[in-house]
């Protein structure tokens, strides 16, 4: 079975600051992770994924995610903030076994304060 | 520069109408999906197709039906519309492995806006 959290619904920084959103997946089976960014009236971006080449992965506009198997976290962290990140974030799990199941997480909205 | 592709980027039915979401890619990807977006509960899965001729229910297929027309094309259709359809909709497509055998990324197209009255 697989599901994945993310712990907060919504987050506020200022502009310039450090952003952390919080990701925890459960996967029966080695799972392929992914960050995505939705802008407003906008589909789904991708900005990064894991898929075990490496546990830090670098992703696109500064975006960086580190997946820690013993905490089951795919974290994920931008070192300062800009006003154009601000959108909706979803971590999604992926089972890499014989059959199809993608898992969304409920999303966290950021907010970036000028 | 395509993608993937939607429409009608918006549209209002009332009780009981059908209509027909259409989508297409051209990235020349074997896997196609229908989600749905409602506030709070992150995208659900209606139906999918893993390839070309074969489509498959996903999380919440009631009152949905789908076709995959070919390799480019996934459609969604609403046979009776009710308001509890009323939800942004996504396609979305992808290749299942890349080289690594890992799954490969989603696609997605900028939904549809679905107001059921």
């Known amino acids: 079975a697989q599901s994945v959290t993310q712990l907060d619904s919504h987050v506020s920084v200022s502009e310039g600051t450090p952003v952390l959103l919080r990701c925890n997946y459960s996967?029966?089976?080695?799972?392929?992770l992914f960050w995505y960014v939705q802008h407003p009236n906008k589909g789904l971006q991708l900005l990064l994924k894991?898929?075990?080449?490496?546990?830090l992965v670098k992703g696109i506009n500064g975006f960086e995610a580190e997946f820690k198997k013993s905490e089951t976290s795919f974290h994920l962290t931008k070192p300062s903030a800009h006003m154009s990140d601000a959108a909706e974030y979803f971590c999604?799990?992926?089972?890499?076994?014989?059959?199809?199941?993608?898992?969304f997480g409920a999303g966290t909205r950021l907010f970036v304060k000028a | 520069n395509a993608g993937v592709t939607q429409t009608p980027k918006f549209q209002v039915l009332k009780t009981g109408q059908s209509m027909t979401l259409q989508c297409a890619q051209d990235?020349?990807?074997?896997?196609m999906y229908w989600y749905r977006q409602d506030p709070g509960m992150g995208l659900r899965l209606i139906y999918y197709?893993?390839?070309?001729?074969?489509?498959d229910k996903g999380e919440v297929p009631n009152g949905y039906n789908v076709s995959r027309l070919n390799k480019r094309e996934f459609s969604l259709r609403l046979e009776s519309a009710a308001p509890s359809q009323t939800s942004v909709y996504f396609c979305?497509?992808?290749?299942?492995?890349?080289?690594?055998?890992?799954?490969?990324?989603?696609?997605f197209g900028d939904g549809t806006r679905l107001s059921i009255l």
């Open positions: 979305a497509s992808s290749d299942r492995r890349g080289g690594d055998g890992r799954n490969q990324p989603q696609h």
């Open positions: 996967s029966s089976y080695s799972p392929s």
């Open positions: 894991y898929t075990s080449a490496a546990t």
């Open positions: 999604v799990v992926s089972a890499d076994t014989g059959g199809f199941k993608t898992i």
């Open positions: 990235m020349n990807h074997n896997s």
């Open positions: 197709s893993a390839s070309e001729g074969t489509t």
